[in-house]
């Protein structure tokens, strides 16, 4: 994938096949200036789920990127393919596993000039990725730079997303962990509900993810972050 695909985007919605939305905001959302649109979920992803909301997106000009959690969302039609690889577990299935049984199957016909892998650290116990893929969020400050290095120095990942899923994370850490990267973007996720958190996550972060407030009956709110975030500078690499 070429790099600079990703590294323009400042602002980002990321929509969950499972759950339901309604096409007044699916418009508002495809519809507000935001850089991109993800598609990915933790559970309950499907193909068909997947192909219907993606179906609906294709109505609007936003480029279009699906995370694959597994071969079942594997949909073709996509601008863009991001492959988590969760770095703060101890379970290899869901670091380089369940991607390697997929690559069996699909690496032929995987796009390989629009696909990337993302470095995921996943900070928050409470979120379902962290209680599915067993990942260790209690890291301090070095333990998170550590695995910063590995990803952004050792693996040469294009992408280490940090994800707080459910709950505002710390600032601090996310700022440290871009200031550390050479070559990889820094993504942010988690708790962004307001155009306030909107512009802290983007000064400490290259790309700033919104998900949940979407469906929280925040819409509002989480269309707020989109001009909030191109207010603010980044003042970091990207």
């Not at 294709?58 to 690889?85: H, K, N, Q, T, W």
Request: aromatic residues 8%; negative net charge; charged residues 25%.
């Amino acid at each position: 994938m070429q790099s600079a695909i990703y590294e323009t985007w400042r602002h980002v919605f990321k929509l969950d096949p499972e759950r339901e939305i309604s096409d007044e905001t699916l418009d508002a959302v495809c519809m507000s200036g935001t850089d991109a649109v993800i598609v990915g979920g933790t559970t309950g992803v499907t193909y068909d789920n997947t192909v219907d909301l993606l179906s609906r997106i294709r109505r609007y000009e936003v480029p279009c990127a699906l995370e694959v959690s597994g071969e079942a969302s594997a949909v073709p039609g996509f601008d863009y393919y991001f492959i988590p690889m969760v770095l703060n577990t101890d379970r290899a299935e869901w670091l380089i596993g369940h991607q390697v049984e997929a690559l069996r199957r699909l690496g032929a016909f995987i796009p390989w000039d629009q696909t990337a892998a993302e470095g995921y650290l996943i900070l928050n116990p409470d979120a379902k990725a962290a209680q599915l893929t067993g990942a260790r969020t209690d890291l301090d400050a070095e333990s998170l730079a550590a695995y910063v290095y590995m990803a952004d120095r050792l693996m040469r990942l294009p992408i280490v997303y940090i994800e707080y899923s459910g709950t505002y994370g710390d600032m601090s850490l996310v700022k440290r962990a871009c200031k550390s990267v050479t070559g990889a973007r820094v993504f942010y996720g988690g708790g962004i509900d307001s155009a306030d958190k909107a512009r802290q996550a983007a000064e400490a972060a290259h790309t700033v993810i919104v998900g949940n407030a979407i469906y929280d009956d925040r819409l509002e709110a989480a269309l707020s972050t989109v001009q909030a975030v191109r207010e603010t500078v980044c003042g970091l690499r990207g």
